[in-house]
């Protein structure tokens, strides 16, 4: 079982999103915003970090600090959800973040599994 963070706003999605994670046989800490996502971050490891790059501003620094700060630590794969409209650029270009994979939103649900799969070496 590989423990997973996901850092998603948006209640539905972050839902769905855990539902995928269980019936694959993961388990998931859930984060609503950076601040949650940071907390977490300190105080427990993680196989794999989901996050949803349109995220609201505040905390959204801190929490990018502190994925990077334990990815230096330990590494593990960082698996972005873009939004379609934010097709423009890097996903590095966003605050630091630096993803392994990303998935367009809206996305298949097996397009997900999948690549996260792929990233957890399934």
């Known amino acids: ?34 601040k949650e996502a940071a907390l977490l ?20 620094q801190e929490m990018t600090a502190m994925l990077q700060s334990r990815q230096q630590l330990r590494p593990f794969p960082v698996l972005a959800i873009i939004p379609a409209a934010f097709l423009t650029g890097t996903v590095s270009s966003w605050f630091g973040i630096e993803a392994d994979e990303t998935v367009v939103r809206p996305f298949c ?3 997900l599994t999948d690549t996260i799969n792929r990233l957890l070496g399934r």
Request: proline share 5%; net charge negative; hydrophobic share 50%.
């Open 1 to 34: 079982m590989k423990r997973i963070l996901v850092i998603v706003d948006d209640l539905l999605m972050i839902h769905v999103i855990e539902l995928l994670l269980h019936k694959e046989g993961h388990d998931a800490d859930l984060a609503y915003n950076g």
């Open 109 to 111: 649900p097996f397009e």
């Open 41 to 60: 971050l300190s105080v427990r490891e993680y196989d794999l970090v989901i996050a949803d790059l349109k995220l609201p501003f505040p905390h959204l």
